[in-house]
């Protein structure tokens, strides 16, 4: 796969119900400690990135702002959250098509209670292709409970060969249950 026309944005997604955690996030892109862990997204994509740490920076705002309210801080597009639910996308920047994410597990978290779960979905529309993402994150519990992972989505240009290139539509990235996450094959880091 050619580098020149892939674009890797990292994204958050972190809920909590009382209590939760607050890990290095998005927001803080300007640290040396971003540039490394990009550095490392890239090479797991078989690239280096390491000199466009800022180019990337500014690709990871394109879709939605960095959200913060409440108990959900993401970069996700929050479609609905209906109770305990939340049905967010990852957001394909314009000209662009989803083509494959990986999903940071050794620096996530989640509780006993908790699903996080995203799909490649390929369709057209505003916020439409992305990587969709369902998550649960139960109230009312004696303990915290909570969701907090970066995924890093690839991206390629509509005009790329995405069927060679990409993963399907529709496949299944991740599906994280309690401390479980069985994953879609190379979509670990």
Known sequence: MAQDDLLIVPHEFIAS?????LPKSIKEMGTPEF???????????????SSSAAQLAAAARYATPYVSTGNVRTTAWIDRHPGEEYYAKFAAPDGYTTCKAKIDIGNGS????????????????????????????????????????????????????????CWPNN?????????????YSGARM
């Not at 862990?37 to 280096?48: E, F, N, R, T, V």
């Open 17 to 21: 119900e009382r209590g939760g955690v």
């Open 35 to 49: 540039a490394a862990i990009l550095a490392a997204a890239c090479a797991a994509y078989g690239g280096d990135c």
């Open 110 to 165: 989640i509780t006993g209670g908790s699903t996080f779960n995203g799909s490649i979905q390929r369709m057209s529309g505003a916020n439409a292709d992305g990587i969709g993402l369902y998550a649960v994150v139960p109230k009312n519990r004696p303990s915290g409970q909570w969701v907090a992972f970066r995924v890093f989505v690839s991206f390629v240009p509509k005009s790329a060969d995405v069927a060679s290139r």
């Open 171 to 183: 496949a299944v990235v991740f599906q994280c249950t309690g401390q479980n996450c069985n994953t």
